[in-house]
């Protein structure tokens, strides 16, 4: 539903859908299994990075939110963990507050915060064409239903506008200061018009649909999306580099102890590996979209 | 009453209609195998393995209603109405713009369910949450969100099934105990599974403390959402299943015999 | 053989107490282009549903429907949707996804087309009808022509052998309807693509098709070539007379109905008939005595029209000696109808009169132009002066210093194009639109100081464009009543005013009706008792005629100039430019947020060379100053 602000510079939107769907199901699964501090870091950084690719200066505020939720979400995990052996202080009749405790807060919060950047580059990106095509062929009577109803949403928007301009000049509709029964019950005539309205437009689309052979076996799919060299190219570098974090991480030493004391993963060869693969997965959305843009420069340039 | 969206279709879809069947009952069959193992996996994975286990649970919970709707092979008209009643479903808020804190989206969900039955009133709720999470954000919440508005339409199918409440015309009592149950259901069921996914990704070790902050912080949230839900079935169930009567009588959405409205 | 054979089809609803077909027999040869035509209620649509099996009606049918030979109904549902194609009134309730990429390839989905197939053919479609650039759109960003369109692009993407149409134009503003009209009859001319058409609004589509068939009560009761049946229904005096071209009506206008008795029995005193224009009974004297003269004048043009009615009377040609030699009236074939060169367009109209007023010089040349438009002497109702308005902070102004004064009791018009802001401009006035420049003054009085309860109590009321939007409840008279809420009156004065203003609208009968079962005329009126609840003493109407035919026009003019007469001031903001030629008092041009000129509708239609009536158009040149029908037969009689 969201348009892109840069649509048509965003390479990375413009990619398969199921190109984008394997980033975006790859990157968020791992940023909640890979609980190591410098690939949640790593995560946070790069999940900032992507939406800033694709939304420019209007994610600050969303980034400055989400720094807020970290901030509450660290701070008070202590409050309901009281493990760990560093007690900084002890408040309500001697409970602990303890620095594990916090840091264990501290992974939650940006855990959190990467899943939450992660889905709203996600949104940006998984339109709702996208969505049906890809599970289109899987549950095709639902991504129809879902198609319809993304498309009736914003008509009963403006038909709901409509009727209460239309009310409002005979005088009628919520006049100010109205008691908030009388809101109510004027917003659910609206609402009652609405979906009588509805109703009966759904006949008309129902005829529609079987006059147009909705029904028949062997219905296909139609979409635009095609599948190119760059997403070939691009599904196997995934591939290769989700495969060589998850061996790196495999062989083990990576994982991080909070309690009862902080035991920080061993950096072996194998961890640093893995934590290049890791990184150099995450960024290629924010990769893709700096060197669309460098391209689309370089090309204008040119011409 | 007769449901609002029945199966009156040819004989020779019958075959098709019984090889759904199966496929529903084995994956229901598959999702409650997988449940428990995918749990036991989820305790091993590092990180936040309950918050991906609890996740992949819900979507077995919800496999089995899109694998039976889609073996159904529904008619136009049978998708249409859903369509139309789960963007009612997502339009609700709109209309409501006036009233600050107004979510009537369940209440909605829940009619869809009395109407039309709990199998319909699941996907009307589930799609409804996947739809408007493509108008308003999607999120990790959003399975489980689909889960938890397909759960209010199943319960209010079911109660119109054993014949709780009718599919149409209420009496003023029944229209009270709707409402009681909207806000019950709410409380009670819906709002403990959303925050339960709030639990889950806020939990990378979760203890009874912050279990009991998370569900005891969402009460407030979850009372005025069920309120919400209480007030606009209270006002807008029967008009509403009055209107679905009244399309179920002019269009024959529901005659068995009618060769021409399958 | 014929594409489509109807055998005395009979076809009735269940519990209906009448038949909504009847005997209906109707053979369609391929690529032809059929017009159906008929009063609201008279079973078009129901008879175009039998086109196709899966929109069929159910209820009893007699009779059968031959497609190719054979019945319709064992043709494969397969074969149906690809061949036959179906597009429905409503241009926004018909499309089902949400993107024109997608709804265009919809069919093909069905069919199960392979991808490569359906990239052609959406490409193809896109291109035709000049979708490409709005491809990739959502649907909900698109005009209401637009959507037609689309609806048009996305059932002919299956290449159907024929397409229907069910009043497919009645929803659009003029100038999107006509270039629907005129993609259609392309796809006719070009791709031999037959069409089957129903429509109410005549004055374009009748020229185009080749074909005329006419319903009434469920039956047939005329069918062939245009002007054949537009002479039947001319002899018939049959209220669709009234919905034909401008010119045919100014020729009958004339011509008054010689030989019509032969055609049909005593057509003229049917009961529960409405009577034509003019003085549809009286004797046509003038067409006897002037056989000779007529016949040189035909000659003279004979030439140019020839070819457009040889198709049609070459069978009469046979039997009459030389048709279009003899006087025009006096041609009568036995059994058909006048098989007469009615004129059917602007363009003929202007010929036909071009040779009447040569054989028959009129006395009378031109009409007064009537008074000069002083709106200082008048008691004003509204007064907008230098008034702004723009919907969104960043968004371009929509009212541009609009500058009008409406005199009271007067049926003032509003015409213009689409999206100019006239309906905002109405919205303003009953202050739900506020401009941030400007001044508005209803009723004496600043907008602003009005309360907004004594507004709309005995101030203003606007009728909206879709009417529905004002029914809310189950029943009409839920509606109405609901106007009368909160005003104190008991249960007895409640039931009397709906009685009071029922009547004046004509819907009694309708009162316990659902607004959604009833037709577009009744809506309107419905809507329209609704708004007269508010008892308004400035009574603002959006598009009034939108969707209605010839008749419920009347109706609703009747209704009007009672409101009128009453001291009611009506402003209405219309397409219709024969609507605003007939019955307003002023008419005004808005164009890109203001108001152009405001005058008299003659001098104002007289000084528009597009922007007029057809009848003003026919008679430009010839006459001075005539811009209705009755006004061109006037001076011709004179």
Partial sequence: ?303 | MPKLIEDGRPAELSLARRRARVKTILTILAALVLAPLTAVVGMAVPGNGYYLSGTLIVLYAIVPFFVSFEGRRPTAREIAVVAVLTALAVAARAAFIWVPHFKPMAAVIMIAGLAAGPQTGFLVGSVAALASNFIFGQGPWTPWQMLAFGVAGLVAGLLADVRVFPRANLSWPRRIALATVGFVLIVGLVGPILDTSTFFYLSTAPTPELAAVVYLAGLPVNAIHGAATALTLLVVANPLLDQLARVRVKYGLLDRSRPNCP | MALFAFEELTFRYPEAPRDALRDVSVAIEPGQFVLVCGQSGCGKTTLLRQFKSALAPHGHQSGQVLFDGVPLADVPEREQVARIGFVMQDPDAQIVTDKVWHELAFVLESLGCDERTMRLRVAEMASYFGIQHWFHKNVGELSGGQKQLLNLASVMAARPDVLVLDEPTSQLDPIAASDFLATVHRINRELGTTVVMSEHRLEEVYGLADRVVVLEEGRVVADGEPRAVAGQLHCAVSPMALALPAAARIAWGVEGRPGCADVEGAPCDRPGRRSGEGAPCAPPARAVGRGAPCSDSIEVQGSSRATDVSACTSMNCARTPSPLRRPYSSIVEEGVALQVEVPLTVREGRAWLAREVAVHPPRRWALPAGEACDSASARVAVELRDVWFRYERDGADVLRGTTLTVPGGSLFAVVGGNGTGKSTMLRAICGVARPYRGKITVLGRRLKEWKKAELFRGGVALLPQDPLNLMVKKTVRGDLEEMLDGRGLTAEQRVAAVGEVATLTDIVPLLDAHPFDLSGGEVQRAALAKVLLCEPRLLLLDEPTKGLDAFFKDKLAALLRSLTGRGTTVLMVSHDVEFCASYADRCALFFDGDVVTTNPPRQFFVSNSFYTTAANRISRGLFENAVTVEEVVGLCRS
Avoid at chain 1, 70 to 85: H, K, R
Avoid at chain 1, 100 to 121: H, I
Avoid at chain 1, 210 to 226: E, I, P, W
């Fill in chain 1, 1 to 303: 539903m969201s348009t892109l602000p840069y649509q048509g510079r965003c390479a990375f939107a413009s990619l398969h859908p199921a190109v984008t769907f394997g980033f975006f199901a790859g990157a968020i699964v791992l940023s909640m299994v890979l609980a190591n501090p410098i690939c949640q870091v790593m995560s946070v950084l790069l999940a900032a990075a992507c939406y800033l690719t694709f939304r420019g200066r209007e994610a600050w505020r969303f980034i400055a939110g989400l720094t807020a939720v970290l901030l509450v979400v660290t701070l008070s995990a202590p409050l309901f963990n009281t493990q760990g052996a560093t007690v900084l202080l002890r408040w309500w009749g001697g409970r602990p507050y303890t620095l594990e405790a916090l840091a264990l807060g501290a992974s939650t919060g940006l855990m959190l915060v990467a899943m939450m950047l992660w889905f709203a580059s996600f949104h940006l990106v998984m339109t709702s064409d996208k969505f049906t095509y890809l599970f289109g062929r899987a549950i095709p009577a639902l991504s129809l239903v879902l198609t319809m109803v993304l498309r009736l949403v914003p008509s009963y928007r403006r038909k709901a506008d409509a009727l209460m301009t239309a009310r409002a000049c005979i005088g009628k509709g919520p006049a100010e200061g109205a008691s908030v029964a009388a809101r109510v019950r004027d917003g659910g005539s609206v609402l009652l018009s609405l979906s009588a309205d509805a109703l009966e437009s759904a006949v008309v689309a129902a005829d529609s649909m079987t006059a147009r052979g909705f029904g028949l076996s062997g219905r296909t799919h139609f979409a635009l999306f095609r599948w190119e060299a760059r997403d070939t190219v691009l599904v196997v570098a995934m591939g290769a580099l989700v495969v060589g974090a998850v061996a790196a991480f495999a062989q083990g030493g990576f994982a991080i102890t909070y309690f009862p004391t902080i035991v920080w993963p061993s950096a072996g060869a194998a961890v640093l590996m893995g934590a290049v693969c890791y990184g150099a997965f995450l960024a290629i959305p924010a990769v893709i979209n700096c060197g669309g843009r460098a391209l689309w420069r370089y090309s204008l340039s040119k011409s």
